[in-house]
């Protein structure tokens, strides 16, 4: 199998493609160089506010939405900036009030990368990771991957440190093990000589893509071509480390004329292959329908000559795999094959599924056939990879509203100085927009004013109308549409 991996880069956006056979398998479009954060980036934060009641901590990272940190995510160490010291919890009551005061700098590590108006999920475990070895910086503890035996690999690792031999492990010789561990030990101690002051800062930019790509499959392709050349040669230093035989195997694609996507067919091949129906070459078609809660994939046969139940399943077999990978398919997938009542050829397409699957480094499980000719898969998505949906703005009459409560909030309780608890009549929608995330209008109210405003959904209320209420439920101000 002939394998190639074409970078295009346009402007700040990076678009990548895997063919098999010229074929295209992966398309991974808009990856945006200049983002601002990434899972796996390391901070220097500030505790600002302390929640009791979920257990957790809002930090400030240098980003425009505050980190979310549970106590859970806290570990047995954490690194604090008081002389660079590695403190450990001893905490019966498990309570983040009785670990953290506000003002107080941490290390933390990006985990989960924001979603709508939630910030950043944070960690104190902090990890390095490679394509062999995971480094655990102060954790002694060692782990090793199931599939591999013990014995036969031993590490030595500094005073305070622990790491996760990873399955990749298992074949690779014991040199490029430790060249891997030197080179995670230099990165760590470039970030800690970083941490000096109590300043909020990123000490580590975890914003390689191409590493990332390297260490989660194998290094098996033919050719990596790139019309850009800084990363060409940002490449040609990552596979120096993780394989050097591999080194040659790059090319700068220099043509102005012809995109380097046109050039090898990948143009033409998106317009086809991300429609509803895809023809196969005997005739017969796939229907494929996306939906949030499962994907669903249909065989038809369209009545072709010679027709033979199974020949059409195997031959549909290769291309729904390839529709997954292509697609970023992910959660439940379900194909509905052609009937077939041999249980042998029912284990002929489950073996089939299972061999072409290897091929995606993607976690998933296959499910044997059930009793109406369906497989089902579940497979996780590849989230860093995955396209951002185009999110709808928010109706400019609503967020007018919400301009217009705050702003008699600030008169309220700033200009005119008054302490009183107040209640905001809604609509159920404006009600659930109020209160939705971790860091909603009401928390955020809440921060600002140091008062819990109670909203309430009221259904006889339009859309845009509001009302405010004191302590004794008088109405204070209302705002209706006549």
Not at 108 to 114: A, L, M, R, W
Not at 452 to 467: A, D, G, P, Q, V
Request: with cysteine; hydrophobic share 40%; net charge positive.
């Amino acid at each position: 199998m002939i394998k190639n991996l074409i970078i295009n880069v346009i402007n700040n956006n990076i678009n990548i493609a895997i063919l098999e056979n010229n074929k295209l398998v992966e398309l991974h479009n808009n990856i945006n160089i200049n983002k601002k954060i990434y899972v796996g980036d390391i901070y220097i934060g500030k505790i600002i506010y302390i929640y009791k009641g979920m257990n957790a901590v809002f930090l400030d990272i240098g980003y425009n939405k505050y980190g979310f940190l549970n106590y859970n995510d806290i570990g047995v160490y954490y690194l604090s900036l008081k002389n660079k010291k590695i403190i450990k919890i001893k905490n019966k009551n498990k309570n983040v009030v009785d670990v953290f005061k506000i003002g107080q700098y941490i290390i933390v590590q990006v985990v989960k990368d924001t979603i709508y108006n939630k910030g950043p999920k944070l960690t104190c475990k902090i990890t390095l990771i490679g394509r062999y070895i995971i480094l655990i910086p102060y954790y002694k503890k060692k782990f090793v991957s199931k599939k591999i035996k013990q014995k036969k690999i031993k590490i030595k690792l500094p005073y305070n440190f622990g790491c996760i031999i990873r399955t990749l492990a298992k074949k690779e010789k014991i040199k490029n093990i430790k060249l891997e561990i030197y080179i995670l030990l230099k990165i760590w101690y470039k970030i800690f000589f970083k941490i000096k002051k109590k300043k909020i800062k990123k000490i580590y930019n975890n914003n390689n893509i191409f590493y990332k790509i390297f260490k989660r499959q194998n290094i098996n392709y033919n050719k990596i071509i790139c019309n850009n050349y800084k990363l060409c040669n940002e490449i040609r230093f990552y596979l120096y480390v993780l394989d050097k035989k591999k080194i040659d195997f790059i090319k700068y694609y220099n043509n102005k004329n012809i995109s380097i996507f046109n050039k090898y067919g990948i143009d033409k091949q998106k317009e086809i292959l991300f429609g509803k129906y895809i023809y196969l070459s005997d005739g017969s078609n796939l229907i494929i329908e996306e939906t949030e809660a499962l994907n669903v994939i249909d065989i038809n046969s369209n009545m072709i000559n010679n027709y033979n139940a199974l020949k059409v399943n195997l031959l549909a077999i290769k291309e729904i795999v390839r529709q997954i990978r292509l697609r970023n398919m992910g959660g439940i997938i379900i194909i509905d094959f052609i009937d077939i009542k041999k249980k042998k050829n029912k284990k002929k397409i489950y073996y089939a599924i299972k061999k072409e699957m290897k091929n995606d480094y993607i976690k998933h499980k296959i499910l044997p056939p059930s009793k109406f000719n369906l497989i089902e898969i579940t497979r996780e998505k590849n989230y860093y990879f995955l396209k951002k949906k185009n999110i709808k703005k928010k109706n400019k009459y609503i967020y007018f509203n919400i301009k217009k409560i705050e702003n008699f909030l600030y008169n309220y309780y700033i200009i005119k100085k008054n302490s009183d608890k107040i209640y905001l009549y809604v609509h159920p929608f404006i009600a659930t927009y109020l209160k939705y995330g971790f860091f909603s209008y009401r928390l955020k109210w809440y921060l600002k004013y140091n008062k819990w405003i109670s909203i309430i959904s009221i259904y006889t209320l339009n859309i845009l109308e509001y009302k405010i209420f004191d302590i004794k439920r008088k109405c204070i101000f209302a705002d209706v549409v006549k």
